[in-house]
């Protein structure tokens, strides 16, 4: 191979010389306490080392009441049985529209305990309110949005019922296109308190377990019949595979033919991707993609991932995160297949001796180019007694993307971001209605996290946000490409990624200085090819599936 690389990466000079990088252009400021946020993350810990313990749990973003402000969901374990001392529940916080939120579990029929692991919204029934899943260990709960600020368990009743397992993340997805949103959850391995596995570093006491001392466990895939209920089509999908141990997925159209597929990130198991065949079925092609194994032909512990155009080619490019000493995998499009380029373009080196969970690829600072943010942590408080150059406690990290190089700006954003933390699940959405994108981060066994961004660049946005009518309500799966000045970007609607979490379904595109775009091309789910053009920057469009575009007030 060589140098060969070097020909594609002729920004690569910038990365020797920090002199010659500029001011992020943004910072973050961390609004956690002002905006009302008060959470502590329960893991149930007591001392048993139960491996669910090690994981944390994540974090969603939502309109749960369609007044146009992204609220906030946050997931929370319990304490294990036998040794329950405290009452911990999951949490929705009602966006008051001034930078604060009110509590509003209770009222809103969710204050239900249960061993929480991750979130998927999405409106599976088209009445125009999302519904929330809540991945478990144990049973999966399904709460329906009843229109009036209200939840309902319709678990039973929708036919996700009587289903233990150990469930990590999940996404909505419409993969036979026929306007109802189907359910895909992952889940980790074959466990239970009953049957944990005695793990030992010293051969006296006991630690936590790898995945090794378990089972896999195969994902799940729900078909939506229209009436309220699911039919559990993993077998028949081709998505069934007990080997998987499963804990983040995310969708992407790899082949460019309209119909979502799937990539499914394992620990210490390849990766899978699963490539719709338009008839229900899928077929994992992760091996002949490149997905499966790293560069060095081995199964890295993959634990969030991602997909989006973050080289604006018009093709989606994948993040996975994993174990410290294996680096993010951060994959381009190439020919027919992925192509691991994480140590050519930053981001390999700079991951090296952090363990990932949450992330997502955001434009942070607008200006056109995707960038990727990453939570950190590790699984066991005594890492640091076995390798002195890892922590338990780990900075996030935000890679800034200049023209498919990236840099780690986290030090420089402020707001005590890159300050060590023991993080999980990461999301953003632009919940000030400001126009830029903020963070949500969630820790194990301790807090959440809110971080403004406040712009400095003056760089513009456009956003949009859609309605299906033939296609799903919320769009997902919709592609969008906007064209300005002989350049491109192009953005899915798509639930799930990250870990355990998911971000706002509206889609944001920074244009630098551009007063306007060209045109936007919005391909639908269901087929449908929409375009508009010369539309002003600054502001938020609101698109409805055959019915056209509308300019929104505020972001």
Known sequence: MGLAWLSEWPLLKVLASVSDTPHPGFKFVDVTEQAGIQFQHNSGAYGGKLLPETLGSGCAFLDYDRDGWQDVLLVNGMDWPGHKQRHSTLRLYHNNRN????????????????????????????????????????????????????????????????????????????????????????????????????????????????????????CWLFHNRGNG??????????????????????????????????????????????????????????????????????????????????????????????????????????????????????????????????????????????????????????????????????PPQLFLNRNGVFRDVAAEIGGGFDQPKVGRGLAYADFDRDGDLDLLLTTNDGPAYLYRNEQRSGNSIIRFRLVGTKSNRDAIGANLRVFHGGASQSRMVKGGSSYLSQSELPVTFGLERRDRIDRVVLDWPGGRTEEYRNLAAGRCYECVEGKGISPQDGF
């Open 99 to 218: 930078g604060t939120f009110t509590d509003v579990t209770s009222r809103a029929g969710l204050d239900v305990e249960l061993y929480g692991m991750g979130v998927a919204v999405g409106d599976y029934n088209n009445d125009g309110f999302p519904d929330i899943l809540i991945t478990c260990v144990g049973q999966n709960r399904l709460f329906r949005n009843t229109g009036k600020r209200t939840f309902v368990d319709v678990t039973n009743a929708s036919g996700l019922g009587k289903r233990e397992g150990f469930s990590t993340s999940a996404l909505w997805i419409d993969y036979d296109r026929d306007g109802l949103l189907d359910l895909f959850i992952c889940n980790y391995v074959k466990w239970s308190p009953e049957h944990d596995v005695f793990c030992s570093l010293d051969g006296k006491h006991k630690s936590y377990c790898t995945p090794e001392a378990y089972r896999g466990q195969t």
């Open 229 to 394: 209920t699911f039919e559990d089509v993993t077998a028949t999908s081709g998505i069934f595979d007990s080997s998987s141990k499963s804990l983040g997925v995310a969708m992407l159209d790899d082949d460019h033919d309209g119909w979502p597929d799937l990539l499914v990130a394992n620990d210490t198991q390849p990766n899978k991707l699963y490539r719709n065949q338009r008839n229900g079925t899928f077929k994992d092609i992760a091996v002949e993609a490149g997905l499966a194994f790293s560069s060095e032909g081995k199964a890295r512990a993959g634990m969030g991932v991602d997909a989006a155009d973050f080289k604006n080619s018009g093709a989606a490019g994948v993040a996975i995160t994993n174990f410290d000493n294996e680096m993010i995998g951060l994959y381009q499009a190439s020919g027919k297949g992925f192509e691991d380029i994480a140590a050519q373009t930053g981001v390999g080196l700079a991951s090296k001796n952090s363990l990932g969970f949450g992330c997502v690829f955001l434009d942070a600072d607008l200006d056109g180019w995707l960038d990727l943010a990453v939570a950190n942590g590790h699984i066991d408080e005594t890492v640091r007694n076995i390798r002195g150059n890892v922590g338990y406690a780990q």
